[in-house]
């Protein structure tokens, strides 16, 4: 079983930064790849970013160059930097652990991000 704590989330006006963190318990968390989802009112969850145990990272193309994942697996955290925010990027970001074998998938309750002047 694992837990995940998102924080982070918050209020910004376009162009400006947010660093999210989610913090994971339980398992062993290298052994997951970690991910970073955001769900907008009316419009389907997608994959913003995700990362392997040793540190591959995959990201939506409408995030690359902007955001950046990264993960201490010391401290079983995964972050999300995230800068030049637009207004689209305004949903709530939730964390995800998932592993192939054995099959697992875990969620985070989410953050709020909202992007606006």
């Known amino acids: 079983q694992v837990q995940l704590v998102e924080s982070g989330g918050g209020l910004v006006q376009p162009g400006e930064s947010l660093r999210l963190s989610c913090a994971a318990s339980?398992?062993?968390?290298?052994?997951?790849?970690m991910g970073w989802y955001r769900q907008a009112p009316g419009k389907q969850r997608e994959l913003v970013a995700d990362i392997s145990g040793g540190g591959r990272t995959n990201y939506a193309d409408s995030v690359k160059g902007r955001f950046t994942i990264s993960r201490d697996n010391a401290k079983n955290t995964v972050y999300l930097q995230m800068n030049s925010l637009k207004p689209e990027d305004a949903a709530v970001y939730l964390c995800n652990a998932r592993r192939v074998f054995p099959v697992a998938n875990y969620w985070g309750q989410g953050t709020q991000v909202t992007v606006s002047s």
């Open positions: 339980g398992s062993i968390f290298s052994t997951y790849i």
